[in-house]
């Protein structure tokens, strides 16, 4: 007989097979969640340290600009400092010359003042005596101009043997004598010419003409005759009459100068004499 009984045995053998597939196939899920957690592990581990490495870094970068920004900063307020103090340097320099200038604009004015006082002192003084100076120094003037005036303006006997007036050896003298006013002036250049030439109230036409020696003969018409002057010199009052003036008044030509074929004067006439009209075909008269 077996020692064993006959139930047992065929309880053990009736166990299913499918059973320890299924532990099997437990346990082998079992081992790969293990594995999967692990490399799921493994790399938040590894994330970590990438963010922690890049946080480090960011941390550095910040830390650095900051250090930077310090510096800057410490530079600018240093700067400040040194502006500031030039500024209050400047200002102070300012104020003081501003006080300088008050000072000296007060001392200049008051020393004006008493320049002034003193200056209208001395001209109240002295005022009679700077006139009278004045005066005479004026006066003194006045006889020198009329002393050259008479040096310039010299009178003589004209060609008719009466003593002219003041007579003009230039244009200037001329104008001179216009101002005094004593006679009438016309001054004229006469061209030589067949035809005559009105000059004030007569009529005039030159003839032949010697530069060299001053030389010059004309004819003037007036009153209804003709009057030929024959070699005249150049300054020489050459006179002649007309109707309505007296004996001792007659027209007088002055010559400045000869030329080749004109002469340069003037005529005067006395204040009363009337306008003389020019005389046509008349029978020349040598004087």
């Known amino acids: 007989m077996s020692e064993f009984p ?5 309880t053990t053998a009736a166990v299913p097979r499918w059973v320890g597939l299924a532990i099997a196939v437990l346990g082998g899920v079992s081992l790969i969640g293990l594995g999967v957690g692990v490399t799921a592990l493994n790399h938040a581990k590894s994330t970590d340290d990438s963010i922690q490495a890049s946080l480090k870094q960011q941390n550095d970068m ?4 900051l250090s930077k920004s310090d510096e800057q900063n410490q530079q600018l ?3 400040l400092k040194v502006v500031t103090d030039k500024l209050n340097v400047t200002q102070e320099d300012l104020q003081k010359a501003r006080q300088a200038s008050k000072a000296s604009a007060a001392a200049y004015n008051k020393k004006l003042s008493g320049l002034e006082s003193n200056v209208h002192s001395q001209l109240a003084s002295k005022a009679s005596t700077d006139d009278l100076n004045k005066v005479s120094g004026d006066v003194s003037g006045v006889k020198n101009d009329l002393e050259d005036t008479k040096s310039k303006l010299e009178r003589a006997t004209g060609d008719m043997g009466v003593m002219s007036g003041l007579i003009a050896r230039n244009h200037d003298d001329l104008e001179e004598l216009k101002r005094k006013g ?3 002036y016309f001054e004229f250049t006469l061209q030589k010419s067949k035809n005559g030439q009105h000059v004030g109230p007569v009529q005039m036409s030159l003839g032949k003409t010697d530069p060299k020696r001053s030389k010059y003969t004309m004819t003037v018409l007036a009153d209804d005759k003709s009057i030929e002057k024959k070699d005249k010199t150049a ?3 050459v006179q002649f009459y007309v109707k309505g003036t007296a004996r001792y008044a007659p027209f007088e030509i002055v010559v ?3 030329g080749k ?9 006395p204040k009363s004499a009337g306008s003389a009209t020019s005389a046509s075909n008349a029978t020349p008269q040598s004087q």
């Open 77 to 79: 307020q240093s700067d």
């Open 6 to 10: 006959e139930s047992d045995v065929q």
């Open 182 to 184: 004593d006679r009438n």
């Open 256 to 258: 400045f100068d000869v």
């Open 261 to 269: 074929n004109q002469v340069t004067g003037y005529l005067s006439t």
């Open 235 to 237: 300054g020489e009052p």
């Open 62 to 65: 910040l830390s650095q600009r």
